[in-house]
């Protein structure tokens, strides 16, 4: 039994085993193509849309590799008024979503009370609520949670422990693992996520992620290559490489059948049909920018971020097109991911 067929059917591979996958090119069609037929098995066929609302870029973090760190003088920085945060969303759900992901950098510039009427306005509009604000402390996420948030979203980037002191300076591993387990604890609807193609991250380190999710039971897992932007440290670094990334987001579907996996911008930053391909590879959710103006172009995360001079309803038609002419129906449910609905259930 090959590598591929052993994992589309037991879901489970060794470290050395994701390797050596991930080592060669010469199996790639048949990784994406078992990638897909396990994701419309145990998640169906059904793309899940979920706009995302990036309502501020002041952060106080110093990731090496993101264009929101503080030291990056040359961004223009802004905080949506709660209004206008309120205005996007019903917008959003207007152009027919049934999930807003609230983004931004890690900052304190909002109330805790602000984020909890938000929060609490939104789901009141008919729409779940899926947060995605970096490290906080244990009650802040319960409020969030009593506020009617669903979801919440904290990439871990890499589970290689040095990698990450090197890439995040101030900042504690063992705290984001620490917040990972206290989303879990409190109900959330937790995802995760890492880079690939980060400078001096090996193979060893991406196979760990990967068995990382999957001890993790994580609900939603997403999975980016790295591109550099010009104003951090890491700006004449190698960036990351698309085939790579896809066969990364190809195994993690036959590793973990039933959780929700974005088609990510980046990849179609990379390749013109960057989420076309990554949906014909096991991802089943697409999250297009719901911000307006030139909020778009000012959450810069890495340079080259598609669709930035559209609007939201062009990309809600456009995204719409591409989907369906794969054949594959839009949800019209909430999203949930299959594993966390099994695991209410239970």
Not at 10 to 38: R, T
Not at 140 to 153: H, P, T, V
Not at 239 to 252: E, P, S, T
């Amino acid at each position: 039994m090959s590598l591929i067929q052993k994992a589309k059917e037991n879901h489970q591979l060794s470290s050395s085993e994701i390797v050596k996958l991930l080592s060669s090119d010469q199996h790639n069609e048949e990784l994406f193509s078992a990638a897909h037929e396990v994701r419309v098995k145990y998640s169906g066929e059904e793309v899940h849309l979920k706009g995302l609302l990036e309502f501020s870029n002041l952060c106080k973090q110093h990731c090496f590799y993101c264009g929101l760190r503080a030291e990056n003088r040359q961004l223009k920085r802004y905080k949506l008024s709660p209004i206008e945060v309120l205005d996007f969303a019903q917008k959003a759900i207007s152009y027919g979503y049934h999930t807003i992901v609230m983004q931004s950098g890690e900052n304190e510039s909002y109330r805790l009370e602000e984020l909890c009427e938000m929060i609490s306005s939104i789901r009141q509009m008919g729409a779940s609520v899926t947060l995605s604000l970096g490290e906080k402390r244990y009650e802040e996420y319960e409020a969030y949670k009593r506020a009617g948030a669903d979801r919440y979203l904290l990439r871990i980037e890499t589970t290689d422990s040095r990698l990450y002191a090197k890439l995040h300076p101030k900042m504690s591993h063992s705290n984001r693992f620490q917040c990972l387990r206290w989303l879990q604890e409190i109900g959330f609807e937790t995802g995760s996520g890492s880079l690939i193609g980060l400078p001096h991250q090996s193979l060893d380190s991406i196979a760990n992620d990967l068995l990382f999710f999957q001890e993790s039971d994580f609900d939603m897992v997403g999975i980016g290559p790295f591109i550099p932007n010009p104003e951090t440290p890491l700006a004449n670094s190698k960036g990351g490489d698309f085939i790579l990334a896809r066969k990364v987001m190809a195994l993690l579907r036959l590793l973990m059948p039933y959780i929700n996996i974005p088609a990510t911008t980046a990849m179609e930053t990379l390749h013109p049909l960057g989420r076309t391909l990554a949906l014909e590879s096991g991802a089943n959710v697409v999250m297009p920018v719901i911000t307006e103006g030139e909020y778009r172009a000012l959450y810069k995360l890495y340079p080259g971020k598609v669709c930035i001079n559209d609007t939201p309803a062009h990309c809600r038609h456009c995204i719409t097109s591409k989907i369906t002419a794969l054949g594959q129906p839009i949800s019209s449910s909430r999203g949930d991911s299959r594993r966390f609905i099994i695991r209410q259930q239970a």
